[in-house]
């Protein structure tokens, strides 16, 4: 599974930006699509992720201001980043599972600056 990420930027605090990853196969067919983000010196988080039933799930941290979803037609997830802050700030990558083996995308470099 090849995944390209895309949507990063630059933006002030309470902004948004919406990421788009798309893979090279169905998605429909992927067990999980998620997006995880790493800042220096962190551990890799999973700030949201959709199942191929269509199950989500969200990190608290993001909870109410992010939105995943997918279009299986153009086999696209996004992330919808609203109210965006400080500690938003990283390197977001695309993840999927597909039979048990992990696939990552490029990172795409969200900061959140005034």
């Known amino acids: 599974v090849q995944l390209q990420a895309s949507g990063g930027g630059l933006v002030q605090p309470g902004g948004s930006l919406r990421l788009s990853c798309a893979a090279s196969?169905?998605?429909?067919?992927?067990?999980?699509m998620g997006w995880y983000r790493q800042t220096p010196g962190k551990q890799r988080e999973l700030v949201a992720s959709?199942?191929?039933?269509?199950?989500?799930n969200y990190s608290d941290s993001v909870k109410g201001r992010f939105t995943i979803s997918r279009d299986a037609a153009k086999d696209t997830v996004y992330l919808q980043m609203n109210d965006l802050k400080f500690e938003d700030t990283a390197i977001y990558l695309c993840?999927?599972?597909?039979?048990?083996?992990?696939?990552w995308g490029q990172g795409t470099q969200v900061t959140v600056s005034s």
């Open positions: 959709v199942n191929s039933g269509g199950s989500i």
């Open positions: 196969r169905s998605i429909l067919s992927i067990n999980r």
């Open positions: 993840n999927a599972i597909w039979y048990g083996i992990n696939y």
